[in-house]
């Protein structure tokens, strides 16, 4: 899958001034004959045009931490979760900024899986040393651990040099993230779904929604969502007066296990990209949901322009799981050991301060679970180039599971293409 999508951005005031210039130009033309007739007209000013910038961004979906993945990364008294970032790594590192969605908690011991979870501190280390530099806490587990637990959460990744978004300390702080890429103001939006109103109470897990948890998540209720969708147009619209020059918004939505989106999806997605969005990824069906492009005309204003902009906004729906305990072995469904890294090229016009153009692709991933002589592994098996002489997949023998889980991905997202090249190791 390889897509190229053209931004074409049109400023009112830039097209006034272009009928003022071919007026003025046709006035000259026209004007007096005499012994400056015929001479030609030439300014010292050049006006140069900016390089364009690109920006290579990848995003994965979840990382989860069930027990058995803690206990296979325990040392003794420590705890390291490297080995299972080890192949992929080179594709995260390659990018400009990597995004992931970190669907734990970091609420101190006793660590614990699902139902509510907890690991250890060390992961957000090794998530950071696999590349990645944003971590998205907006899902429906970042309260696993009650508001002390989220907050703590966001401290331990911030200490480990990843920035968060979608969830927050204090009510005071914004609810985006704008980060720095090439010069560019990236600004990274999540939100994610809240489970069905009980009792009039607005929940997530069960666990009930009061303003204080309320105030620290980006949530929104689908039987709500004529509101609700006004506060995240609102985070859209507070990120572009921040100066952010590109919007990516990222949802926590779905049905679980569901390898199409539904209308809510669908219909939040198109309402989103009118907002301004400029990608959308997504995430929490645990499987791997298609690619689509969304067509839209977006109005906005800046201190230095009114803008209408046609645009084309990728999403993708639903990236699955990059790394968990969900198998075939226990849940009876092999797509929840699949998962992408899915990218984008942009080309930023400087000038125009607007997306020239975006490409799309992915790496299809696949988690190896094994015994080896140091007791259970979790790998992710990059599924790109000579994948099936993996050392992992050698070692643990899976290559045919492997590549049945490349012929399941190639299905929902057609022939894979990597438009970020890795880095060499």
Same mark, same amino acid.
């Given at each position: ?27 000259? =033309? ?5 012994? $400056?007739? #015929?001479?030609?007209? %030439? ?6 045009? *900016? ?8 995003? +994965? ?15 003794? !008294?420590?705890?390291?979760? /490297? ?23 970091? =609420?101190? %011991? ?7 979870? *907890? ?26 651990? #009650?508001?002390? =637990?989220?907050?703590? %959460? ?6 480990? #040099?990843?920035?968060?978004?979608? %969830?927050?300390?204090?009510? @005071? ?6 980060? @720095? ?59 572009? !007066? ?11 939505? =779905? ?37 689509? +492009? ?11 322009? $009114? ?16 790394? /968990? ?11 929840? @050991? ?28 696949? +988690?190896?679970? &094994?015994?080896?002589?140091? #007791? ?7 599924? &790109? ?17 492997? @590549? ?5 991905? !190639? ?15």
């Amino acid at each position: 899958m390889n897509k190229h999508y053209q931004i074409i951005q049109y400023s009112r005031p830039v097209i006034f001034f272009l009928i003022i210039l071919l007026i003025s130009l046709f006035c000259i =033309g026209c004007g007096p004959s005499g012994s $400056d007739q #015929g001479k030609s007209i %030439t300014s010292d000013a050049i006006i140069e045009k *900016s390089e364009p910038v690109e920006i290579n961004i990848s995003f +994965v979906g979840d990382i989860m931490a069930h027990m058995p993945q803690i206990d296979s990364a325990r040392s003794g !008294e420590d705890y390291d979760f /490297s080995d299972t970032f080890k192949y992929i790594a080179p594709f995260i590192k390659g990018s400009d900024l990597a995004i992931c969605n970190l669907e734990t908690t970091f =609420g101190d %011991t006793p660590y614990s899986g699902y139902p509510l979870f *907890s690991a250890p501190d060390v992961l957000a280390e090794n998530i950071r040393d696999a590349g990645f530099d944003v971590a998205v806490t907006a899902n429906n587990h970042m309260l696993d651990k #009650g508001v002390d =637990g989220l907050r703590r %959460t966001i401290q331990i990744t911030s200490d480990a #040099g990843l920035k968060v978004t979608g %969830t927050r300390s204090s009510a @005071e702080d914004n609810d985006y993230l704008i980060t @720095e890429v090439n010069g560019i103001n990236i600004g990274i939006i999540a939100y994610t779904f809240e489970t069905p109103i009980v009792n009039g109470q607005r929940s997530i897990n069960g666990i009930v929604m009061n303003d204080e948890r309320k105030s620290l998540i980006n949530s929104y209720c689908i039987s709500e969502i004529e509101e609700d969708i006004k506060s995240i147009e609102k985070s859209i619209t507070n990120a572009r !007066e921040d100066d952010a020059d590109i919007i990516i918004v990222y949802f926590h939505w =779905g049905e679980e296990y569901n390898t199409e989106p539904n209308e809510n999806e669908t219909d939040i997605a198109r309402q989103v990209a009118g907002f301004g969005a400029d990608i959308i990824f997504a995430s929490h069906p645990h499987v791997l949901q298609g690619e689509d +492009v969304i067509d839209t005309d977006s109005e906005y204003s800046s201190e230095d322009d $009114d803008l209408t902009v046609t645009r084309t906004v990728p999403v993708f729906y639903s990236m699955g799981n990059f790394i /968990s305990n969900q198998r075939y072995d226990n849940n009876g469904n092999r797509r929840t @050991e699949q998962g992408m890294i899915a990218q984008a090229k942009i080309i930023y016009d400087i000038d125009e301060k607007s997306i020239f153009s975006i490409d799309t692709g992915y790496v299809p991933t696949w +988690v190896d679970k &094994y015994y080896s002589a140091n #007791g259970n592994k979790y790998v992710i098996i990059p599924l &790109y180039g000579d994948y099936v002489n993996n050392a992992a997949l050698l070692e643990s023998n899976h290559s045919g599971k492997a @590549e049945e889980a490349y012929k399941d991905i !190639e299905e929902i997202l057609g022939t894979p293409k990597c438009v970020i090249s890795p880095i060499e190791q």
